[in-house]
């Protein structure tokens, strides 16, 4: 079946720390894989998205993302963490868009 | 641009009682997809629909509904509402809902069944 999967449920951080989250996919054929970030009160935001290419993807606000297809990953980084960055994060894909069950990222001043 | 626009943004429904939800697209989307999201997960893909048809089904009761109208907005309908069905219901659009097009969407629907 279908599926895509987030290891991490919540992540704390201190500020300027590195980030990475972590999303697993299982499905065949074209692999199309996005990361939406949701802040409080917020809808869904487009972080960043692969479609093929470069495995290495860069998205808005200084996140970027790398498809390993060996390893049917595709997980989301940043270099260094802002108290801004605090938020429910997704990583979706497959033919009908699944999600996963989302890491909240708290980041600490 | 205006974005993905929904309606209500809020509501309080009895157990058994029906809803119906709508969702405007950006403008030049065909494609509409409904979702659930309950507190603490992510959301659930209940139906998409392309050019007034149905083009995929989620894991969700026939309780659900949905359908699309010529100018591609949509409803959501729900019947017999159960107290689980309280979640925040997103509406996402997108050019033309194949696997490799970016959906972008609405700020939901809060709907708390009591």
């Known amino acids: 079946a279908q599926s895509v999967s987030q290891h991490n449920h919540h992540v704390i951080l201190s500020e300027a720390a590195s980030l990475e989250l972590g999303c697993n996919y299982s499905y065949g054929g074209t692999v199309n894989l996005f990361w939406y970030v949701q802040y409080p009160g917020q809808h869904l935001q487009l972080l960043l998205k692969?479609?093929?290419?470069?495995?290495l993807v860069k998205g808005i606000k200084g996140f970027e993302a790398e498809f390993i297809k060996s390893k049917f990953s595709f997980n989301l980084r940043k270099p260094s963490v802002q108290w801004s960055d605090t938020a429910e994060y997704f990583c979706a894909g497959s033919n009908d868009m699944r999600f996963g069950a989302g890491t909240r990222l708290t980041v600490k001043p | 641009d205006a974005g993905v626009t929904q309606s209500p943004t809020h509501l309080i429904k009895t157990r058994g009682q029906h809803v119906t939800l709508r969702c405007s697209p950006i403008s030049g989307h065909k494609s509409v997809s409904w979702y659930q999201q309950v507190l603490g997960q992510g959301p659930q893909f209940i139906f998409q629909y392309y050019e007034k048809e149905e083009r995929g089904r989620g894991n969700f009761p026939d309780r659900f509904s949905a359908r699309q109208f010529p100018n591609y907005s949509s409803e959501l309908n729900v019947n017999a509402l159960l107290l689980g069905d309280s979640a925040l219901y997103l509406c996402a659009s997108s050019l033309s809902g194949g696997s490799g097009n970016t959906i972008y969407f609405g700020e939901g629907s809060w709907l708390t069944v009591v």
């Open positions: 692969y479609f093929s290419g470069d495995p």
